[in-house]
């Protein structure tokens, strides 16, 4: 007797291997798209070297949106603000031994800012690893040596099929808390050599939850509840974890006064009646913070900027919550409590009382009104008219991206970031030449929205050549470039020596890029940077001025 099912034809073993083979030469840098495409990459930066040409021509088969700018440093400083704006762990492609080590900087940056950043090197051929010194181009005696104490952590692969594994655990690690960059390395002849690994579909990288412990949060509960002059510093951590709604509920709660670290802008409304706003270079604000009975720190270390240069002793109790484990109590004893921003504060909020004080506002008024007095006596009037200027121009929810130059130190303290995650700046590394690359990268993240960029004409000749790419991909970045004839922020400091500088005619440079520049003036500056950032497409304003930074009071 013959049934229907007898007559099914099954294939052959020949025709499911068949089925099963991967197409014909697919290599070792189609194994890394397809695992950047599986985990969910969209955009990838980095311009091609030698030795990893591989990834790139994988990258040139697939659907992934590729960034190329003109040097590595400047492909991480994108890659970094791409990381900052969505939140997203972003790939930087980079080439062996010159090209990874030029990245070195932005990566260091990327770090102090916890901006997840994938980067994946190329490495020289496997026989040359080890440190066997064959000679082989750009080879080093340990490339990963160079990133380990940059990088947050680093993945290797020696063949294909470590590829998929290594890069998932990579993309996991850039986004547990706290975020940061990792380094991927993977060897020029195992990314060249075609694979029989069937194409990668389904890869598992799932960050880790920083939770807080209860015990800790319940006695963070009880001294907050029970405070004279709570008081609460917002760092860069509130921003990173999407966290600016919950700060505002609990400070709104205690009724606690809030004051922003400079990584930490917008992190809470600059003009609400508890803002302190930033003026952590003050020794008002100092003072203020000394003060305070019960101080929580969210998302801070309270580094050098954060703590008017290491001369702020607090003398009440300190909370602080950090995802970062080496920053719990490395500078100011207290309780620690080892959370992601989002989950400390949640935590808090369900299990806080309620505290009235009415007279907090006033406090935040007369702090304030101190150091408005302290800079009316500094003739100082018109950096403050310059950033008044900026922020008038500027679309309340467009980001910004500011250099290591004066205007930016100013910007620190006292520029209002309107809303979280639209300010950002080199301040974490402290490197020169980041705010218009990373500038580029911003506008990749965000397509139609405009951007800034500030620098001063020092920094921009770190990032000239990225005109080319502004121009390339047609980027909507208005760079504002201040030129004051060299390195004014170190005049400031005191120091004559190298800080003079032959620069070029910006304007012209600018234009033989076919990018629309003009020269503007302070009392211009709003109109012309209005119209700058509301036309399509990149645009170059340089102001010639000299100005100058307002009276430190850590010395």
């Given at each position: 007797?013959t049934?229907?099912?007898?007559?099914?034809l099954?294939?052959?073993?020949?025709?499911?291997?068949?089925?099963?083979?991967?197409?014909?030469?697919?290599?070792?840098?189609?194994?890394?798209?397809?695992?950047?495409?599986s985990?969910?990459?969209?955009?990838?930066?980095?311009?091609?070297?030698?030795?990893?040409?591989?990834?790139?021509?994988?990258?040139?088969?697939?659907?992934?949106?590729?960034?190329?700018?003109?040097?590595?440093?400047?492909?991480?400083?994108?890659?970094?603000?791409y990381?900052?704006?969505t939140?997203?762990?972003?790939?930087?492609?980079?080439?062996?031994?010159?090209?990874?080590?030029?990245?070195?900087?932005?990566?260091?940056?990327?770090?102090?800012?916890?901006?997840?950043v994938?980067?994946?090197?190329?490495?020289?051929?496997?026989?040359?690893?080890?440190?066997?010194?064959?000679?082989?181009?750009?080879?080093?005696?340990?490339?990963?040596?160079?990133?380990r104490?940059?990088?947050?952590?680093?993945?290797?692969?020696?063949?294909?099929?470590?590829?998929?594994?290594?890069?998932?655990?990579?993309?996991?690690?850039?986004?547990?808390?706290?975020?940061?960059?990792?380094?991927?390395?993977?060897?020029?002849?195992?990314?060249?050599?075609?694979t029989?690994?069937?194409?990668?579909?389904?890869?598992?990288?799932?960050?880790?939850?920083?939770?807080?412990?209860?015990?800790?949060?319940?006695?963070?509960?009880?001294?907050?509840?029970?405070a004279?002059?709570?008081?609460?510093?917002?760092?860069?951590?509130?921003?990173?974890?999407?966290a600016?709604?919950?700060?505002?509920?609990?400070?709104?709660?205690l009724?606690?006064?809030?004051?922003?670290t400079?990584?930490?802008?917008g992190?809470?409304?600059?003009?609400?009646?508890?803002?302190?706003?930033?003026?952590?270079?003050?020794?008002?604000?100092t003072?203020?913070?000394?003060?305070?009975?019960?101080?929580l720190?969210?998302?801070?270390?309270l580094?050098?900027?954060?703590?008017?240069?290491?001369?702020?002793?607090?003398?009440?109790?300190?909370?602080?919550?950090?995802?970062?484990?080496?920053?719990?109590?490395?500078?100011?004893?207290?309780?620690?409590?080892?959370a992601?921003?989002?989950?400390?504060?949640?935590?808090?909020?369900?299990?806080v009382?309620?505290?009235?004080?009415?007279?907090?506002?006033d406090?935040?008024r007369?702090?304030?009104?101190?150091?408005?007095?302290?800079?009316?006596?500094?003739d100082?009037?018109?950096?403050?008219?310059?950033?008044?200027?900026?922020?008038?121009?500027?679309?309340?929810?467009?980001?910004?991206?500011?250099?290591?130059?004066i205007l930016?130190y100013?910007?620190?303290?006292?520029?209002?970031?309107?809303?979280?995650?639209?300010?950002?700046?080199?301040?974490?590394?402290?490197?020169?030449?980041?705010?218009?690359?990373?500038?580029?990268?911003?506008?990749?993240?965000e397509?139609?929205?405009?951007?800034?960029?500030?620098?001063?004409?020092?920094?921009?000749?770190?990032?000239?050549?990225?005109?080319?790419?502004?121009k390339?991909?047609?980027l909507?970045?208005?760079?504002?470039?201040?030129?004051?004839?060299?390195?004014?922020?170190?005049?400031?400091?005191?120091?004559?020596?190298?800080?003079?500088?032959?620069?070029?005619?910006?304007?012209?440079?600018?234009?033989?890029?076919?990018?629309?520049?003009?020269?503007?003036?302070?009392?211009?500056?709003?109109?012309?940077?209005?119209?700058?950032?509301?036309?399509?497409?990149?645009?170059?304003?340089?102001?010639?001025?000299?100005?100058?930074?307002?009276?430190?009071?850590?010395?």
């Open positions: 007797m049934h229907d099912h007898d007559l099914v099954r294939p052959t073993e020949a025709q499911t291997a068949a089925a099963l083979a991967p197409p014909p030469g697919r290599t070792g840098g189609d194994l890394v798209v397809e695992t950047l495409r985990l969910g990459a969209t955009t990838v930066f980095g311009l091609p070297g030698q030795h990893a040409l591989a990834v790139f021509d994988a990258v040139g088969r697939s659907d992934l949106r590729l960034i190329t700018l003109r040097t590595e440093n400047n492909a991480g400083f994108a890659a970094d603000a990381g900052r704006i939140g997203e762990a972003v790939p930087l492609l980079l080439s062996t031994g010159p090209g990874a080590l030029m990245a070195l900087p932005a990566l260091a940056e990327a770090a102090a800012a916890s901006a997840p994938i980067a994946v090197s190329s490495q020289v051929p496997v026989a040359g690893l080890g440190g066997g010194r064959q000679g082989y181009l750009h080879e080093l005696r340990d490339q990963s040596a160079s990133f104490d940059v990088v947050k952590s680093v993945h290797v692969a020696r063949t294909p099929s470590q590829i998929p594994s290594a890069v998932a655990a990579a993309w996991e690690s850039a986004l547990s808390a706290p975020h940061g960059p990792v380094w991927v390395e993977i060897p020029e002849d195992v990314l060249r050599a075609e029989l690994v069937p194409q990668v579909t389904g890869v598992d990288a799932t960050p880790h939850e920083l939770v807080p412990r209860p015990e800790l949060t319940a006695l963070a509960a009880h001294w907050l509840s029970r004279s002059r709570p008081v609460i510093i917002a760092g860069g951590g509130v921003i990173r974890s999407d600016a709604g919950k700060l505002k509920q609990l400070a709104e709660r009724h606690a006064p809030v004051v922003t400079f990584g930490g802008k992190a809470f409304p600059w003009t609400h009646p508890l803002s302190l706003q930033s003026w952590l270079e003050d020794r008002y604000m003072d203020f913070l000394e003060d305070a009975d019960v101080l720190v969210v998302g801070s270390g580094g050098e900027l954060s703590s008017n240069y290491h001369t702020f002793f607090p003398t009440g109790r300190v909370i602080q919550i950090e995802a970062d484990l080496g920053k719990l109590e490395s500078n100011h004893a207290g309780l620690g409590i080892h992601d921003a989002r989950l400390g504060l949640q935590a808090l909020l369900e299990t009382a309620e505290r009235e004080d009415p007279y907090a506002p406090r935040v007369m702090v304030l009104s101190a150091v408005a007095d302290r800079l009316s006596g500094q100082v009037a018109r950096e403050q008219e310059l950033l008044a200027s900026i922020r008038a121009a500027l679309p309340p929810r467009s980001p910004s991206f500011w250099d290591m130059t930016s100013w910007a620190w303290s006292a520029f209002d970031a309107k809303h979280p995650n639209t300010m950002h700046s080199a301040q974490g590394a402290g490197g020169l030449g980041y705010a218009f690359p990373a500038a580029l990268g911003a506008s990749a993240a397509p139609g929205t405009p951007v800034l960029a500030v620098s001063g004409d020092g920094g921009a000749m770190y990032s000239i050549a990225d005109l080319a790419t502004a390339q991909h047609d909507d970045v208005t760079w504002l470039i201040v030129d004051d004839g060299g390195y004014g922020i170190l005049r400031e400091y005191g120091c004559e020596t190298g800080t003079e500088l032959t620069r070029p005619d910006f304007v012209a440079l600018a234009a033989s890029f076919g990018i629309p520049a003009a020269l503007t003036t302070s009392e211009t500056l709003r109109e012309d940077l209005a119209k700058s950032l509301s036309t399509p497409g990149p645009s170059v304003l340089v102001l010639p001025t000299t100005l100058k930074m307002f009276a430190p009071t850590h010395v």
